[in-house]
Structure formats: C-alpha cells, structure tokens
C-alpha cells in the first residue's frame, strides 16, 4: 500500500491508524532519509496507542525511548518502545541487545531499520520526501 501525504498532520494520522495494525506486540520498521518523517509517524502510532505524542522525540543519541503504561503516568494502555539506530553499524547493533527489546511487550518502532543484522518478522515502513517540503510517500509493506 503506498500513501502521500501532504502535511506532517496527514503523516501523524497514517501513524495513528498504523498503530492499530501493531497491536499488541507487533513491531514497525521504518526506512528513510534524514527528514523523511520517521519520527513524525512515531508520534501518530504513540497517539494511537493513547499515549502523549508529544513526549515522543527521536532518541538518535539515547538510541532507544520507552514509553510506559503505568497508570501514575497517564500514559495509556500500550508501551511503546521507539529505536533509533542511525549512529550504530550492523554489528553494533547485535551488541546492544536489540533483540531483548524487540521480542519484549508493547509496540516496537526502529528508525533507520536497514541496520538491523536481521530484521524480525514486522511491517515495513518505506517513506520518501514528495515534491514539496511537507509531502511524504510512505510505503506499507506487511
């Protein structure tokens, strides 16, 4: 299924409703340039698994966000653990244990999941910049 969007909202909302195809456990790969909107998908699938989409930020430099469901924090019913490996090789990523997270509860989401050793069993997620600064193509691969 191939979507264009034409604004950052229109991306946020295909995330929105892309969330609901990773309940429970499932995990999202994305692949893309720098700007590609990424992180602005991963907002909308936070949002639509009821968490605040604000909190959600890329974590190139922590390489990987946890976002709870603890009742004390508000946060809603699903966890969402958001991975960035833009900085890591292949083999640097087998080395931080990524597969524990990966196989762990909640929703996972891997920007940059082209560096993955082994990419687990997991929808795809291919965007590409439009014609203009805010349109996005954006691949779903199940």
Request: charged share 25%.
């Amino acid at each position: 299924m191939i979507v264009r969007t034409k604004s950052a909202e229109e991306t946020r909302q295909l995330g929105v409703e892309l969330a609901a195809r990773l309940l429970p456990d499932g995990t999202a790969l994305l692949f893309g340039d720098l700007g590609s909107g990424k992180t602005v998908l991963t907002q909308g699938i936070a949002e639509g698994l009821g968490l605040d989409s604000a909190l959600v930020q890329s974590p190139t430099f922590t390489l990987i966000h946890e976002y709870d469901r603890s009742p004390a924090s508000g946060r809603g019913p699903v966890p969402l653990v958001h991975v960035d490996l833009y900085r890591l090789e292949p083999e640097e990523v087998e080395a931080i244990g990524i597969d524990e997270f990966l196989s762990g509860d909640g929703v996972k989401v891997v920007e940059w999941a082209d560096r993955l050793p082994r990419p687990p069993s997991a929808v795809e997620v291919r965007l590409r910049m439009g014609a203009g600064p805010e349109e996005r193509e954006v691949e779903i691969l199940d």
